[in-house]
């Protein structure tokens, strides 16, 4: 993490420095890498070493979140296919293991209920996080039957933040590669 770390400040003082050539080797293009700089320049005052390191920290939980959300939607679809004739909301209750019991799952129960269904780990993981989204470890049926409702909704984070993101993601990819 400190290499990480001594690297992103690298990089931050060739920015500071006006120096391009960190750039011109990167893999990423000049509209992505003036995303990036907006992305890392909130204000528009220049990037500061603060927001230069908090950015690349916001720039991957804005992915994650990104993942999260897509993929725990997509997972919804897939229950929803695989239960069949099943109510999702009849399946979360057997998970509880009562028919009628409609406590909060916890993470174990939902995990066991997903793997019953065939679910892989990575789609259980991803659900998982998606559907518990103030991380207790309990998902409501209430926080439940909302997410569900939103399965084949459009997605709720900005697709141009996001971008801004990925691309400060690539440049992180690069640097890792070079250092």
């Not at 690349?56 to 897939?78: D, I, P, W, Y």
């Not at 129960?109 to 518990?132: C, N, P, S």
Request: negative net charge.
């Amino acid at each position: 993490f400190i290499r990480k770390q001594r690297t992103f400040l690298g990089l931050f003082v060739g920015f500071s420095a006006g120096a391009t050539d960190v750039m011109a080797k990167s893999v990423i293009s000049d509209n992505e890498i003036e995303g990036a700089y907006f992305f890392l320049d909130p204000n528009e005052d220049g990037i500061s070493e603060e927001e230069f390191v908090s950015g690349f920290e916001r720039a991957r939980k804005t992915r994650r979140v990104a993942l999260v959300e897509t993929e725990g939607r997509h997972c919804l679809r897939k229950l929803v296919e695989a239960l069949g004739e099943k109510s999702v909301l009849e399946w979360f209750c057997e998970c509880n293991g009562e028919p009628d019991n409609d406590e909060p799952l916890d993470v174990e129960e939902l995990r066991a209920g997903l793997k019953k269904l065939g679910f892989r780990k990575k789609g259980v993981m991803l659900l998982q996080e998606y559907l518990d989204q103030d991380g207790d470890g309990d998902i409501d049926v209430d926080a439940f039957k909302a997410l569900l409702e939103l399965r084949d909704e459009p997605p709720t984070f900005d697709k141009d933040e996001l971008a801004a993101a990925e691309s400060i993601g690539k440049l992180e990819k690069n640097i890792e590669e070079e250092g």
